[in-house]
């Protein structure tokens, strides 16, 4: 199914058209759907299987097309660390580009101006805020938190949350909203305490299985931990070194192909892009010439992870760490297919260390970390758990909040 079969606002398909993204994935399928309805939810998912996109895409969509007051908080997404709001902050973001409707994260450990931006989209209203349990209970033992008009709450990776001791803060937060509410539950387990929270807050609700299914095992895995300028240089020397009759590069953003693309063409090895940008007409040709073997490189959008039936891939390179595991499953499930053999090569910069400690989470091991050449010089230390993508500058083009 595609995303515009799926009836949302065409400001919301031009942010997923803006981001790479064209087919929904079971797993929105099967959650979006009763969202649009209007329905609570009750869905066992593990991080990494698509569920974010699953929930914001309908949300922003009720929110752009049903009457609500900006001067309240209309949703409110809680998760138990602030990695995680980071990184659904970052989703929205991309999601929500073309449109008006406002967020904010707000978790612990930022400095005093932190709080501050924090108190004041909180007290003259945000659209959807994206929170950990602690620091919202800080805000709302203030007493300034508007939410008499909230309309929508998902409790994401709830499970962990109770697993951390949130329950009372959980219980402490849900007092404060309106009783008349969308609830929407995810959890990667149900255990009875889980059913406890369940049968207090939700209401009729839909119950979701979403499982994901792990990568052949025949893929031979490797990522290598890199600085964002080193990613062009090592994928060229990969190229250029070694014999690949068949290779598709993906990358999370059209422009990044683009570049790539270019560069591998400077570089004189035969690639070609494929993404939306390029026509029926244009895609079909560009398959044909790599299915003959015209062409050795593919460089493309997740456009080309699902539904495309190209064998005898050698090679799946990831220039960039994929939003979520199941789409990492799925580029790579591009190779390694009718019982052969495959290999897999991600690059991970120091913003995507944790996205991608979240995949090899989900996957239940660890990937096997490659060494770069010295010529390339020093590349960072892989330790997710120490960095804090919130100390990272602002990626250029995004748009504050």
Same mark, same amino acid.
Do not use: W
């Given at each position: 199914?595609?995303f515009?079969?799926?009836g949302?606002?065409?400001?919301?398909?031009?942010?997923?058209?803006?981001?790479?993204?064209?087919?929904?994935?079971?797993?929105?399928? !099967?959650?979006?759907?009763?969202? +649009?309805?209007?329905?609570?939810?009750?869905?066992?998912?593990?991080?990494?299987?698509? %569920?974010?996109?699953?929930?914001?895409?309908?949300?922003?969509?009720?929110l752009?097309?049903?009457?609500?007051d900006?001067?309240?908080?209309n =949703?409110?997404?809680? /998760?138990?660390?602030?990695?995680?709001?980071i990184?659904?902050a970052?989703?929205?973001e991309?999601?929500s580009?073309?449109?008006?409707?406002s @967020?904010?994260? #707000?978790?612990?450990?930022?400095?005093? $101006?932190?709080?501050a931006?924090?108190?004041?989209? +909180?007290?003259?209203g /945000?659209?959807?805020?994206?929170?950990?349990?602690? &620091?919202?209970?800080?805000h709302?033992?203030?007493g300034? /938190?508007?939410?008499?008009?909230? %309309?929508?709450?998902?409790?994401?990776?709830?499970?962990?949350?109770?697993?951390?001791?949130?329950?009372?803060?959980?219980?402490?937060?849900i007092?404060?909203?309106p009783k008349?509410?969308?609830?929407? +539950?995810? @959890?990667?387990?149900?255990?009875?305490?889980?059913r406890?929270?369940? *049968?207090?807050?939700l209401?009729?609700p839909?119950?979701?299985?979403?499982?994901? $299914?792990?990568?052949p095992?025949?893929?031979?895995?490797k990522?290598?931990?890199?600085?964002?300028? !080193?990613? #062009?240089?090592?994928?060229?020397?990969?190229?250029?070194?070694?014999?690949y009759k068949?290779?598709i590069?993906?990358?999370?953003?059209?422009?990044?192909?683009?570049q790539?693309t270019?560069?591998?063409k *400077?570089?004189?090895?035969? =690639?070609?892009?494929?993404? @939306?940008?390029?026509?029926?007409?244009a895609?079909?040709?560009?398959?044909?010439?790599?299915?003959?073997?015209?062409?050795s490189?593919?460089?493309?959008?997740?456009?080309?992870?699902r539904?495309?039936d190209?064998?005898?891939i050698?090679l799946?390179?990831?220039?960039?760490?994929?939003?979520?595991?199941?789409?990492?499953?799925?580029?790579i499930?591009r190779? =390694? &297919?009718?019982a052969?053999?495959g290999?897999?090569?991600?690059?991970?910069?120091?913003?995507?260390?944790?996205k991608?400690? =979240?995949?090899?989470e989900?996957?239940?091991?660890?990937?096997? %970390?490659g060494? /770069?050449?010295?010529e390339?010089?020093?590349?960072p230390e892989?330790?997710?758990?120490? &960095? $804090?993508?919130?100390?990272?500058?602002?990626?250029?083009?995004?748009?504050? &909040?």
């Amino acid at each position: 199914m595609k995303f515009i079969d799926l009836g949302l606002d065409q400001r919301i398909l031009d942010g997923i058209d803006a981001m790479g993204y064209e087919t929904a994935t079971p797993v929105q399928q !099967q959650v979006m759907v009763p969202i +649009l309805e209007g329905k609570d939810i009750i869905a066992a998912a593990q991080t990494g299987t698509g %569920k974010t996109a699953a929930f914001l895409l309908p949300l922003l969509h009720r929110l752009l097309t049903t009457q609500h007051d900006s001067h309240d908080i209309n =949703a409110m997404v809680i /998760v138990p660390t602030r990695e995680l709001a980071i990184q659904i902050a970052e989703s929205l973001e991309g999601l929500s580009y073309f449109t008006d409707v406002s @967020s904010i994260a #707000v978790y612990g450990g930022g400095d005093g $101006s932190s709080f501050a931006a924090e108190k004041k989209a +909180l007290n003259t209203g /945000v659209d959807i805020v994206v929170c950990t349990p602690g &620091r919202m209970i800080a805000h709302l033992n203030m007493g300034y /938190v508007k939410l008499k008009g909230l %309309k929508y709450l998902v409790l994401d990776e709830a499970d962990r949350m109770l697993d951390m001791g949130f329950n009372d803060d959980i219980q402490k937060i849900i007092s404060f909203l309106p009783k008349q509410r969308q609830n929407l +539950l995810f @959890s990667a387990t149900m255990p009875v305490k889980m059913r406890d929270l369940a *049968r207090k807050i939700l209401t009729n609700p839909v119950e979701i299985n979403i499982a994901i $299914s792990k990568p052949p095992e025949q893929i031979i895995q490797k990522a290598f931990v890199v600085y964002e300028p !080193q990613k #062009v240089p090592i994928i060229t020397d990969m190229l250029r070194s070694n014999v690949y009759k068949n290779v598709i590069v993906f990358c999370s953003k059209k422009q990044n192909v683009k570049q790539l693309t270019q560069e591998l063409k *400077r570089a004189k090895l035969a =690639a070609e892009e494929i993404h @939306s940008d390029l026509d029926q007409k244009a895609r079909e040709q560009v398959l044909q010439d790599f299915r003959n073997h015209k062409l050795s490189i593919l460089v493309a959008t997740d456009i080309l992870s699902r539904g495309i039936d190209i064998e005898e891939i050698d090679l799946v390179i990831n220039y960039d760490v994929p939003n979520d595991g199941e789409d990492y499953i799925h580029r790579i499930g591009r190779t =390694a &297919r009718a019982a052969t053999t495959g290999t897999a090569f991600t690059l991970v910069s120091e913003q995507e260390q944790y996205k991608f400690l =979240a995949i090899e989470e989900l996957l239940g091991a660890p990937v096997t %970390k490659g060494t /770069v050449p010295p010529e390339f010089g020093e590349t960072p230390e892989y330790a997710p758990k120490q &960095r $804090s993508r919130g100390n990272f500058k602002q990626r250029p083009g995004h748009k504050k &909040r």
